[in-house]
Structure formats: C-alpha cells, structure tokens
C-alpha cells in the first residue's frame, strides 16, 4: 500500500460498545497517519446495553490501547470474573463451573486431563474441578492480579471483566475523542451509493448533513442499516440449533459479596443470568418465544433475583445467527450487525475485538483488494460457527425434561460439533481446530458439566507409574487449595484497587 493510496477517511456508523471499541482502537492503530475517523450515533437511539461480561482476551485489547486497568474497573463499575457457574443445566440440582485458565499441569505423554481420567479409572473420586485454581477461587469469593511468573500455580490462573456495557461506551468514547475521533450527533436517514461500483459514498442524516468516508463501519445493531439495508448482505439463521429467541433484561440491587463469576440457570424454556458490579446486579432471562411467552418469562425473572430489582424490566427480540459475509465492498459490519450469538458464555464483546483485531491486520487501502475482504470473511465466519458449536453444546447435551429441552437434546448438531462430542466420549481426546475461540480446558469443563464422560483414556498416560502420578495430582491439590486460600477476598481487592467513587 503506497502512502497515496492510503485510508484518508473512516465513518462509524452507531456508537454503542461496538461503534466505540472500533473508534478507539482505529484511532490507535492510525495515529499520525492523518485518518479522520467520525463516528455518528443518535442519543434517541437506545442500545441493547446487557453485554456485561467478558472473557479474558479482553485484557489483550485494553493493553494494546494502553489502558490502565484500574482506572478502567473504576470509571465501568466494575468487577473481576473468574468464569460461569451453570446451575441446573444438566438437570435441576446440578452445578458445574466453566472456569477461565487451564487444569492443573501436563505431566508424563500426555495432557492434564488424560492423567486425571486414569486416575479415575482407577477409582479416584476427586472431580476435575480439584484442580482449578480459578474455580478453587471462584467458589471462596476471592480474586488477586497473577504474577507474571510461569513458574507460579498463578500460570493456570485468568480472569475477565463485568461491567456496565453503557460506561465502557463512555470511557471508550473519551479515549477516542482524546485522540482526534470527531462524534456527530444525528440519526442516519439514507445510505448514499457511488453509481459505478455500488461502494457507500455517504451517509446522510435526517438534517440533510452528508458524511462521506472511504471505509464505513456499520455498528447500527440489528437494524444493520449499511450492509444488510443498503448493500443487501443476507443473514444466515442458526436458530435450528440456537432456538432462544427473546430476552428479558432488568437490573437488580449490588450483591454484598460480589461474586468473582457469572451465573446461568437454566429455565424451562432457556435460561437466566447473574453479573454482579460494583453499584448494580445485571439479570437477565433468556428464552424460546415457542416453548413460553413473554409475560411468563417476566414472571420468571423477577421471581428468582437474588437482589431487589432497581429498573423496569426491558424485552428484546433477536434471531441468533450471523451476517453471510461481515464485510461487503468498502463496509466493515461489528457487533450485533454482524451477527447474534446468545450471551450464554459471554462472547458478544469478545466478537467486536476479534473483529476489530482482524480488520487491522487485513486493512485496505482505496482499492480494497478482494482478496483481503475474502479472508477477512472466511476467518470471522470460521470464528462464529467455533462458538456456535460450543453454545449448542449445553444444549443439546442435558437430561432435563420438558418439550423445550426434549426438542434440544433431540436436535442435529453441527457434524464439527458432532466429531467433537464423539471423540471425546471414545477416548477423552479433544479435536481442536484452526482459530477455536475455546480451547481444551473450556471443552473439558462443559463436555464433562453437560454429563459426557469419556469410556476410555488415552495409554500413553501408563507411562508415568501409577503412585507417582497419584502423588503428583494429590501435590497439586494441596497447591491450588493453599494458594486460593490465601488470595485476598474479591470485595476487598476491589476496594482497595479499584473501587468507583
């Protein structure tokens, strides 16, 4: 790309997460190139605003912008988290934890886990959560910053953030601006195209103002106003596999304890959040619009807070799949634009920063080369329908009873997602494939949580001699215990770290 040949001008088209992680990472990424980035949203235009968990690729993204952490938990509320508890996804009285970092350490051939399943074989009743410094956390309330020392039991260890999606739009929106992003303030009433090649030239506003732009990011939520409206990309519906169709969202007073971790319960007919932050508890009812109505989803709700509520309940509609192609001509689509895929392991945000990540290292210039756009293309759908399969895992592995559930555990998966479970379940490996967003401890945690036991483990464990390897597993028990033991409570840390004014 010759300097003559570069982006001049980027429009943002809605603000939100989405709209503000792309401004302020292309303003990042750009400084001193001369790009002049506008984003246009409306304050008439709500957002969705209950994308309050994460996971932890989350902390690369801040780094990158060279935010503070600190500074960012105070100014969004913020909490730490540790992972997912799914409450009753199995069946009603089960529990399992779905925890960020890995279990335990390799030892001898094979993986981690393969030792600990012979050692099962054998007669071992310790669960694999045993060997989760995260989950051992978790469940104690207590969270501390890892060193960065990889000879630490702390190496085993991540974490991710809760936060009020609406202040991260805000801390996000001051950085951008700090550095040069220009906000207009206006609704979008048309999408102007250029007669000989189709590409958006503009958009303009309902003021009659034009906003003109080389590339064009489309953040405008469902409505995808520039690449589903305007340019016509279609939208591949995933809701054979992922039928929860509706949501129902109210907040909820602080939790005195603040929990490091998400909760999910599963509900007749899907399923019920938990995120607790400094000054609020986020709630939120998932659900199957066939299998119950929306009165009854409500009812639901706000029968089962843990906390009073503190707002009125707000419905939201969504049809979960994704976008045919997340980048069409001289449109870039993020966010919800780009596709839906229920909150249910907390990847929403996470979509927008890979997205984001992967525009940067695909970026155009004015000829918008067809060959980046189609790579761009193929690893943003190759990155959706990995999370895809893991969603529908919780699903169509459960014994709960009822037509909702009978209808999930009965549905065709995915044959990526079908070679996985069979695998496992023969011989406890896992296949892994090219840019899985989940990696093998978050496959072992819900293979094994959804009731999927292996019948056989892998021989090559035999190599290290059985005593040895009971008293290495028993060594790392006694680490892990002792080292969550002594970390600081998660209230505490925060109180002293981190605290909102």
């Given at each position: ?108 051939m094979t993986p981690f886990h393969q030792q600990w399943l012979r050692a099962s074989a054998q007669g071992d009743t310790t ?288 044959d990526t997602l079908a070679a996985k479970i069979e695998m496992f379940r023969h011989s406890g490996r896992l296949i892994e ?61 925060i109180d002293r770290h981190c605290r909102a004014g």
């Amino acid at each position: 790309m010759t300097e003559s040949n570069a982006i001049r001008s980027i429009v943002v088209a809605g603000g939100g997460s989405a709209g503000w992680m792309a401004a302020a990472a292309l303003s990042a990424a750009l400084v001193g190139t001369g790009c002049r980035i506008t984003v246009v949203e409306s304050e008439e235009i709500g957002t969705v605003g209950v994308g309050e968990a994460t996971i932890p690729p989350i902390q690369a993204f801040n780094r990158i912008l060279g935010i503070d952490e600190a500074a960012f938990v105070r100014a969004t509320q913020g909490t730490f988290k540790l992972g997912i508890e799914f409450a009753d996804w199995l069946r009603p009285g089960h529990r399992y934890f779905h925890p960020f970092g890995r279990y335990g350490d390799d030892f001898g051939m094979t993986p981690f886990h393969q030792q600990w399943l012979r050692a099962s074989a054998q007669g071992d009743t310790t669960p694999l959560s045993a060997y989760s410094l995260t989950e051992a956390a978790a469940y104690l309330n207590r969270f501390d910053r890892p060193p960065d020392d990889p000879r630490s039991v702390f190496s085993t260890f991540s974490y991710a953030y809760h936060f009020d999606a609406g202040l991260y739009a805000a801390f996000l929106r001051a950085y951008a601006e700090a550095r040069g992003v220009t906000r207009v303030e206006g609704k979008i009433a048309e999408v102007a195209l250029k007669p000989e090649n189709g590409f958006v030239e503009a958009l303009v506003l309902e003021d009659g103002r034009r906003l003109e732009a080389e590339l064009f990011v489309d953040c405008t939520g469902f409505r995808a106003l520039l690449i589903g409206g305007a340019l016509g990309v279609g939208y591949d519906d995933w809701s054979q596999w992922l039928p929860c169709d509706r949501a129902i969202a109210v907040p909820s007073a602080r939790m005195p304890e603040l929990p490091p971790y998400t909760r999910s319960t599963a509900r007749p007919a899907g399923w019920q959040w938990r995120i607790p932050l400094q000054h609020r508890t986020g709630n939120g009812h998932v659900y199957c619009s066939r299998h119950m109505d929306d009165d009854e989803a409500e009812r639901i709700l706000l029968a089962s807070l843990d906390t009073p509520a503190t707002g009125d309940p707000r419905r939201l509609r969504f049809t979960t799949g994704q976008r045919k192609v997340a980048w069409e001509r001289n449109v870039v689509t993020l966010g919800l634009a780009s596709g839906f895929l229920e909150p249910l392991e907390s990847t929403s945000l996470h979509l927008v920063q890979s997205g984001i990540t992967k525009l940067l290292a695909w970026f155009p210039d004015r000829d918008f080369d067809p060959r980046l756009r189609a790579e761009y293309n193929r690893l943003v759908a190759r990155e959706f329908e990995s999370v895809r399969d893991f969603l529908v895992l919780h699903y169509q592995a459960t014994e709960r009873e009822g037509p909702f559930w009978q209808a999930c555990r009965t549905m065709d998966v995915p044959d990526t997602l079908a070679a996985k479970i069979e695998m496992f379940r023969h011989s406890g490996r896992l296949i892994e494939r090219d840019k899985d967003l989940f990696h093998e401890a978050s496959w072992l945690a819900v293979l094994l949580g959804q009731g999927i036991s292996p019948e056989r483990y892998d021989t090559l464990a035999e190599v290290v001699p059985l005593n040895e390897a009971r008293a290495v597993l028993g060594g790392m028990r006694k680490v892990i215990a002792t080292t969550a033991a002594g970390m600081p409570g998660h209230a505490q840390f925060i109180d002293r770290h981190c605290r909102a004014g």
